[in-house]
């Protein structure tokens, strides 16, 4: 919706925090700040101190939160090809193909994801794929649950390119696979930038999944998170999930300075 006044402007601004700030910003702000507390004084944490960091920052929790950066860039990695080449063969294959593809990738979605893990575990703790107990069926579960994000984003992106690039580069003589590599997968960068963002993001975060099919040498920051407050320990929760949030705040920064650089190429 459009304003076109100064106090319409400033209305909308006010009813934007109004509902914002205890909906988004306030929760947040209350974990930062129970991560530098030692006891609640009233309805707010209090007694500032800076040593939960310290153990936030080395040790268990220093490995937990690499094991997190490697399986969500392995995830998303592996969920930007998944799903670009479905995505670029539902294109190929019209109407029907694209909404089967669609339904099959947003099935995972659909479901609860401790059903997916659930789905995961039983699927590969046989041989002959037999990847319970091991880091990469941690890996498998994530690429499954954030795959429909990747088809989603580079889909509607295909939808909307102008097919006359295509026409002119198949005109003056370019093969079906050099129009891809040349004339395609340029004019996506930034779709696909931004939908690997959004998977690593999504991995970063992933709880359900995980807590069933993790292997003890393969612990992600979300469970250390999670088993800390379980246990009570909830300024060193909070500060394990300030580590979590700029983690992945800084690669989002990162791919989005990539994104606008391809944006304007």
Not at 36 to 48: E, Y
Not at 91 to 98: Q, S
Not at 184 to 203: E, H, M, Q
């Amino acid at each position: 919706m459009l304003v076109h006044t100064a106090r319409g402007r400033w209305t909308a601004w006010a009813v934007f925090a109004l509902l914002f700030t205890p909906l988004f910003a306030l929760p947040l702000l209350v974990v930062l700040a129970a991560s530098f507390a030692t006891n609640w004084s009233g309805a707010l944490p209090s007694g500032p101190t800076a040593a939960h960091y310290a153990t936030a920052v080395r040790g268990e929790p220093l490995q937990a939160l690499t094991t997190s950066l490697v399986t969500a860039a392995t995830a998303s990695l592996l969920a930007l090809v998944v799903g670009a080449w479905a995505a670029l063969a539902a294109d190929a294959l019209g109407r029907r193909g694209r909404r089967l593809l669609d339904a099959l990738f947003v099935l995972p979605v659909a479901a609860p994801s401790v059903a997916v893990g659930l789905a995961v575990l039983v699927a590969y703790s046989q041989p002959p794929f037999l990847l319970n107990g091991t880091r990469w069926i941690v890996v498998l579960a994530h690429t499954v649950l954030v795959t429909a994000f990747a088809h989603q984003s580079v889909g509607a992106a295909l939808r909307r390119l102008d097919p006359a690039y295509e026409q002119a580069a198949a005109s003056l003589g370019a093969r079906p696979l050099h129009v891809l590599r040349r004339v395609k997968l340029p004019l996506l960068l930034p779709s696909l930038n931004a939908a690997a963002g959004l998977c690593f993001a999504l991995s970063m975060g992933e709880l359900s999944a995980t807590m069933m099919l993790y292997p003890p040498d393969w612990l992600p920051l979300p469970v250390l998170v999670f088993t800390a407050t379980d246990r009570g320990s909830l300024f060193t929760g909070s500060a394990l999930a300030v580590v979590l949030m700029a983690a992945t705040l800084l690669v989002l920064l990162a791919l989005s300075r990539l994104r606008t650089r391809a944006a304007h190429r």
